[in-house]
C-alpha cells in the first residue's frame, strides 16, 4: 500500500476529496473545469506544496493533514521524461494541464502519480473524484499538521 497526503485548510475538510477548488482554479495538471485532488507522496513534500502558495505564515497552522492510502494497482504514472524542459516553471504548463486533463477524461485509472514541480525527484499523486474506483481508496482521519513551529516563524 501507499500513502498520499492531502492537506487541508479546515475549513474545506467536508468538500477535501470533491477535486472542487482544483475544479474552478485549475492547477499545474489540470485546467479550469476538471476536478482532480492533488496529493503528495509525503507529509513534507505536502507541506512544501503548501508553504510554495501561501502569502500568510498563520495559514498554515489552519491546515489538517489527511492520509489515503491506495494500492499501486489503482495508479498510473507519467514518465518525467516525455514532458517538455520547462513544464516545472511556476505557471503551470499548458502541456502537463493537457496532460492530466486527458487522464481525468479518459477515466484509465483512479491515481495518477506526477513529479513534483518543487522537487521534481519526488512525487505527487493526483486522484480522480469522479472515478468509479474512488472508493478503494482508505481516506484517513484528518489530523493537526505536525509542525516544528520555527519553521513557521521563517516564513513572512
Do not use: C
Not at 494500492?71 to 516545472?88: F, G, K, R, Y
Amino acid at each position: 500500500m501507499l500513502t498520499a497526503w492531502r492537506l487541508v485548510h479546515r475549513n474545506y475538510l467536508a468538500s477535501a476529496f470533491s477535486g472542487e477548488g482544483a475544479r474552478l482554479a485549475g492547477g499545474r495538471w489540470n485546467s479550469e473545469g476538471f476536478p482532480v485532488v492533488y496529493t503528495a507522496g509525503s507529509l513534507s513534500l505536502a507541506i512544501l506544496e503548501i508553504i510554495v502558495h501561501l502569502e500568510f505564515k498563520e495559514t498554515l497552522k489552519l491546515y489538517k493533514a489527511v492520509p489515503v492510502h491506495f494500492s499501486e494497482s489503482l495508479m498510473e504514472a507519467i514518465d518525467p521524461a516525455s514532458l517538455p524542459a520547462d513544464w516545472n516553471k511556476p505557471i503551470p504548463h499548458p502541456a502537463s494541464q493537457l496532460t492530466g486533463n486527458h487522464w481525468i477524461r479518459s477515466g484509465s485509472s483512479v491515481v495518477l502519480q506526477v513529479p513534483s514541480a518543487i522537487v521534481p525527484l519526488e512525487s505527487n499523486f493526483l486522484i480522480n473524484p469522479s472515478h468509479p474506483e474512488l472508493q478503494r481508496l482508505e481516506i484517513g482521519e484528518p489530523m493537526d499538521l505536525p509542525l516544528d513551529l520555527r519553521m513557521v516563524d521563517k516564513l513572512k
